[in-house]
């Protein structure tokens, strides 16, 4: 990412990265992200080999405070909700461009939906009647893809 001469003098010690960003302006925030960004994040000074200039890669990253068992997370990343379901290698069927993660259901920041889901997945009124397999699934689960998927809105974007 390039920022501008004048953008990167803003990114002093005094800045917040709350100056800058939004991430926890919804409902129901994360604790870790209202605690500090720089749990998950390196501050813009500062190099990443992770995506979104994270400290480690996703899963490892939530499983280093959310325990394993506790959630049901299996040997080989798979378990969580569903005995067996996929947490890794798969692509992440809202987002195929990226792989399969925590993420890929839950909002790291912050969300309006219980327990940090990043859809309102539940919701009868979607395409999907409250049937929250179905909206990755909806091929199985409904048939047909529905025209207007509701994370299509800006606003459910992470
Ligand atoms: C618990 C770990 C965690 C914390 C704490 C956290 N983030 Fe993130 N952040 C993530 C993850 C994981 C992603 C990648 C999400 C994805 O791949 O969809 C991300 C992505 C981002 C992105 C990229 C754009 C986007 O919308 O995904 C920005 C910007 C960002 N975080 C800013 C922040 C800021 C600012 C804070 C503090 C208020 C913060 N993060 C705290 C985990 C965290
Ligand atoms: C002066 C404003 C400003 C401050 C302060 C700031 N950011 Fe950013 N940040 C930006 C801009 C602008 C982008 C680029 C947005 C884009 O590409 O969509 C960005 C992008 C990001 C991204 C995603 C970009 C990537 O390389 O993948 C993350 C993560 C992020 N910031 C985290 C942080 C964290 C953590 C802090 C605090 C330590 C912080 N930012 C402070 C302006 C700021
Ligand atoms: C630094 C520790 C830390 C990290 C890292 C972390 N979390 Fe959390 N998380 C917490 C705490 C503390 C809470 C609030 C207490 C609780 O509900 O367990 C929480 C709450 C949650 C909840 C809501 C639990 C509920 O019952 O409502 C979810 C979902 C969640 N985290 C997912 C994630 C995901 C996904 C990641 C990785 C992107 C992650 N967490 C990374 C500490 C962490
Ligand atoms: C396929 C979607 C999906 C993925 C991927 C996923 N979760 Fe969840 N997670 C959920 C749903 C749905 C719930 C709510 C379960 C309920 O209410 O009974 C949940 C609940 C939670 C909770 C609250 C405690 C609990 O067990 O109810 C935590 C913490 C959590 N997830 C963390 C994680 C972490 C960490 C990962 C990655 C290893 C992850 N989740 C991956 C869908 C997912
Ligand atoms: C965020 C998207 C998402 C959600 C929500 C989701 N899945 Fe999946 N599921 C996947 C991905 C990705 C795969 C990997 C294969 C693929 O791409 O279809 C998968 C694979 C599976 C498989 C095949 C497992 C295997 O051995 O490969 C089953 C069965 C399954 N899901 C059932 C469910 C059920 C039941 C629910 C609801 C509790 C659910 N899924 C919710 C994304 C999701």
């Known amino acids: 990412m ?8 803003a990114f002093g010690e005094e800045s917040s990265c709350n100056d800058c960003h939004t991430m926890i302006e919804r409902a129901l925030p994360h ?3 209202v605690a500090e960004c720089t749990i998950c994040h390196v501050t813009h000074e500062e190099e990443s080999r992770f995506p979104n ?9 939530c499983l ?9 997370v299996q040997p080989g990343m798979r378990g969580h909700i569903i005995t067996n379901h ?6 992440d069927r809202i987002h195929p461009e990226k792989p399969m993660s925590c993420a890929s259901c839950h909002n790291p920041h912050s969300s309006d939906q219980e327990t ?8 009868k009124v979607t395409p999907y009647g409250g049937n929250f397999c179905a909206t990755c699934h909806w091929d199985i689960a409904i ?15 992470p």
Do not use: M
């Open 143 to 157: 048939g047909s893809k529905p025209p207007t998927p509701p994370w299509s809105s800006p606003e459910q974007k």
């Open 2 to 9: 390039t920022l501008s001469l004048g953008l990167s003098s």
């Open 31 to 33: 604790e870790p992200a």
């Open 64 to 72: 280093t405070c959310h325990n394993e068992k506790s959630i049901g």
């Open 86 to 91: 996929p947490l890794s290698g798969a692509s």
């Open 116 to 123: 940090l889901l990043r859809y309102d997945f539940r919701d």
């Open 53 to 61: 200039r994270l400290v480690d890669d996703i899963n490892p990253l």
